[in-house]
């Protein structure tokens, strides 16, 4: 089927409003990732779901950050008064079961975050 | 920091050259993986390599691992300007679960026609 999606590709906002990006990951996937990826640099881990269940928050930056992910589908990631730091590439993944190291993980095309 | 680091940061090189990207990482690992990014959009996955095996091959790519240097090597033999894009290495930590996948910071690879 489909690969992973993410909505919207590109997204310019001003300093102090809320985002919400969307991630659809590969049908059937339990599991599922977001990361952080600032310009010339690797990703950063935020967040990841086990069906409906987040583990570790620990890697989210602030309470600004927060995700969610409905009927172990769709997933979304709202950034709330956001700041020039927060511009980014935000990568949404997903993969079969387990995930992590364990296997492979599928990659959205990611979103452009853009706060001015 | 990051669990992984690769080196070099960028790499340039000629069609036809073979291109070595290293990765260390800090913490014991079950596995690592490779993954490629072109234009800093999603990443694919290139190849996999355990804890107890020390070398993988796919196609052009040859993967290395040692566990006692806690280093990985990816080797790309006979590049081709298509293989111009980011590599990045990633591990999972034993000590978080399974689930937390560490990214280095990537290697910059040039593949010139």
């Known amino acids: 089927g489909a690969g992973v999606s993410q909505s919207p590709s590109n997204k310019v906002t001003e300093k102090g409003k809320d985002v919400e990006l969307r991630c659809d990951p590969i049908s059937g996937h339990t599991a599922l990732y977001w990361y952080r990826q600032s310009l010339g640099q690797g990703l950063e881990f935020l967040i990841y779901?086990?069906?409906?269940?987040?583990?570790?928050k620990s890697g989210l930056p602030s309470d600004r950050f927060s995700a969610e992910r409905t009927g172990g589908s769709v997933s979304t990631l709202t950034i709330q008064r956001t700041q020039q730091e927060d511009s980014a590439v935000y990568l949404c993944?997903?993969?079969?079961?387990?995930?992590?190291?364990?296997?492979?993980?599928?990659f959205g095309p990611g979103t452009r975050l853009l706060v001015l | 920091s990051q669990q992984g680091e690769e080196d070099p940061q960028a790499l340039s090189i000629q069609e036809g050259e073979n291109a070595t990207m290293n990765c260390s990482y800090k913490?014991?690992?079950?596995?690592l993986q490779w993954y490629r990014q072109n234009s800093g959009r999603g990443l694919v996955h290139l190849i996999l390599?355990?804890?107890?095996?020390r070398e993988k091959h796919s196609g052009r790519l040859r993967v290395t691992l040692d566990t006692s240097k806690k280093s990985s090597s990816l080797l790309i033999t006979a590049s081709r300007a298509a293989d111009t894009a980011s590599y990045f290495c990633?591990?999972?930590?034993?000590?978080?679960?399974?689930?937390?996948?560490?990214f280095g910071a990537g290697t910059r690879l040039f593949v010139k026609a």
């Open positions: 390599i355990r804890s107890n095996e």
């Open positions: 913490t014991s690992i079950n596995n």
């Open positions: 993944a997903s993969s079969l079961e387990r995930g992590g190291g364990w296997e492979t993980q599928y």
């Open positions: 990633a591990t999972v930590p034993l000590h978080t679960g399974g689930f937390k996948t560490i």
């Open positions: 779901f086990q069906g409906n269940s987040a583990p570790d």
